[in-house]
């Protein structure tokens, strides 16, 4: 089994910055990628940053430039820095992490950009 744990969202105002970790524990010798996707109400959860195990990462179109995610293998952790945050940041956030068998989920964190 694989548990993630999720710190660091919170309230945080346009042009502002937050920075999300995901510690994971458990079966994660195999994992191909760990990842942040978020979620805002009436949409569906969207891919927000993926990094693989070799370490390349992909970013969705509207965080490019602004976002970065990082992984620290030491401590299984995941990180997002998420810089110049708009309003359509808005959105409950979770870390995902991807096996050949299964995708493992947060709890999720809210994240709320607004003035």
């Known amino acids: 089994q694989v548990q993630l744990v999720e710190s660091g969202g919170g309230l945080v105002q346009p042009g502002g910055s937050l920075r999300l970790s995901c510690a994971a524990s458990g079966s994660i010798f195999s994992f191909l990628a760990m990842g942040w996707y978020r979620q805002a109400p009436g949409k569906q959860r969207e891919l927000v940053a993926r990094?693989?195990?070799?370490?390349?990462?992909d970013y969705v179109d509207s965080v490019k430039g602004r976002f970065t995610i990082s992984r620290d293998n030491a401590k299984n952790t995941v990180n997002l820095q998420m810089n110049s945050l708009k309003p359509e940041d808005t959105a409950v956030y979770y870390c995902?992490?991807?096996?050949?068998?299964?995708?493992?989920w947060g709890q999720g964190t809210q994240v709320t950009v607004s003035s």
């Open positions: 990094i693989t195990r070799s370490g390349s990462s």
């Open positions: 995902n992490l991807a096996t050949m068998a299964n995708n493992y």
